[in-house]
């Protein structure tokens, strides 16, 4: 029996870490004289960080500005909440000058914040200086975050397709036989209305259902023409059911 995970909860406690991005400052690398800032950009993670660090390098401005990987801060076991704790912590509980500079969340109060539109400004200004074209987000790469989809075969995809599930052989043997007497039915039926008005409506469904079980019957023998063939056929198939 397959086991159904429980959704997972606010307050399960999950390994979890805090780290920061080194980036270099715009400005100086415009003159020339870069300038490597510790820590501006902070956030949280429960992936690895080398897929965290991929997604930074897809989507954000200032992607082409990160030096080496990010450093952990802080990791270790606990709640959502606790770990938007520890993340605003980092971002909010130190020294002015220490504060990320990239960061758009809890980084309101923040004088030295760079807004979203500013680096991207930048991104363009530095893309211009190396002649490259300006910079545009990278489209979602899941198997660059860690997310691997299932394989599946090309082939039995295409057989799923083309095929479908299809009947089984009892399925088309009942349809079949609730075809022919439907059919048989109604021709009954409109015979009847040239017959006598003593005639029950009952007799047309009564004999429908003989002559379709009969051709079914006659069907399933190979529809043989001589009593001697039936015979004949008729103990073949019934040998292979025994």
Same mark, same amino acid.
């Given at each position: 029996m397959t086991q159904v995970a429980p959704a997972r909860l606010k307050s399960d406690m999950r390994w979890g870490q805090i780290y920061g991005v080194d980036v270099i400052d715009h400005e100086s690398w415009m003159a020339g004289t870069p300038v490597i800032v510790p820590n501006d950009y902070v956030g949280q993670s429960r992936q690895k960080l080398r897929a965290r660090e991929n997604q930074h390098r897809d989507t954000q401005a200032f992607s082409d500005l990160i030096v080496g990987s990010p450093?952990?801060?802080?990791?270790?076991?606990?709640?959502?909440?606790?770990?938007?704790?520890?993340?605003? =912590?980092?971002?909010?509980?130190?020294?002015?000058?220490?504060?990320? +500079?990239?960061?758009?969340?809890?980084?309101?109060?923040?004088?030295?914040?760079?807004?979203?539109? +500013?680096?991207?400004?930048?991104?363009?200004?530095?893309?211009?200086?190396?002649?490259?074209?300006?910079?545009?987000?990278?489209?979602?790469?899941?198997?660059?975050?860690?997310?691997?989809?299932? +394989?599946?075969?090309?082939?039995?995809?295409?057989?799923? =397709?083309?095929?479908?599930?299809?009947?089984?052989?009892?399925?088309k043997q009942l349809a079949g036989w609730a075809a022919g007497w439907a059919v048989t039915t109604v021709a009954l039926w409109v015979v009847e209305l040239f017959r006598p008005e003593d005639v029950r409506w009952w007799i047309a469904p009564a004999v429908a259902a003989e002559l379709t079980g009969f051709v079914r019957v006659w069907s399933w023998l190979g529809f043989p023409l001589r009593p001697r063939t039936w015979r004949r056929q008729w103990r073949k198939k019934t040998r292979r059911r025994r």
């Open positions: 450093r952990v801060l802080w990791e270790g076991w606990c709640t959502d909440d606790e770990l938007d704790e520890r993340e605003r =912590q980092f971002i909010q509980d130190v020294p002015l000058e220490q504060r990320p +500079r990239l960061n758009y969340m809890l980084n309101d109060d923040n004088p030295r914040r760079i807004e979203k539109w +500013r680096l991207v400004e930048q991104r363009h200004a530095r893309d211009d200086r190396n002649g490259v074209p300006r910079w545009e987000p990278t489209p979602y790469r899941p198997e660059a975050y860690g997310y691997r989809a299932p +394989r599946v075969s090309v082939s039995v995809v295409r057989d799923r =397709q083309v095929r479908g599930r299809g009947w089984t052989r009892g399925q």
